[in-house]
Nanobody, 123 residues
């Protein structure tokens, strides 16, 4: 069984920064991509960012490109999402996910999900 646990959400003013973390545990193996998704009230869950198993390749939604940075530490089985210049429209529940794949397919199947952490950006 695989567990993903997010942390780092909270309330921040527009223009501020926040860092989300995701810790993976369990029998996930060594080759897996990690990603971040978000769901705002009344909206569908959307892709935010992803990183391949080695950390070399990263992918971002256009709405966060240049503001968010995804990273991972394979020694610690963790991933992080550094969010800068936050906007009120970034307000959402952020979910960490893992995809068992050599090449990330952001729109593909993500097998494992965390419970989510709330980010609220005030204007």
């Amino acid at each position: 069984q695989v567990h993903l646990v997010e942390s780092g959400g909270g309330l921040v003013q527009a223009g501020g920064s926040l860092r989300l973390s995701c810790a993976a545990s369990g029998r996930i193996g060594s080759v897996y991509a990690m990603g971040w998704f978000r769901q705002a009230p009344g909206k569908e869950r959307e892709f935010v960012a992803a990183i391949n198993w080695s950390g070399v390749d990263t992918y971002y939604a256009d709405s966060v490109k240049g503001r968010f940075t995804i990273s991972r530490d394979n020694a610690q089985n963790t991933a992080a999402l550094q969010m800068n210049n936050l906007k009120p429209e970034d307000t959402a529940v952020y979910y960490c996910a893992a995809q068992v794949a050599v090449v990330v397919v952001p729109t593909g199947f993500w097998a494992y999900w965390g419970q989510g952490t709330q980010l609220t950006v005030s204007s």
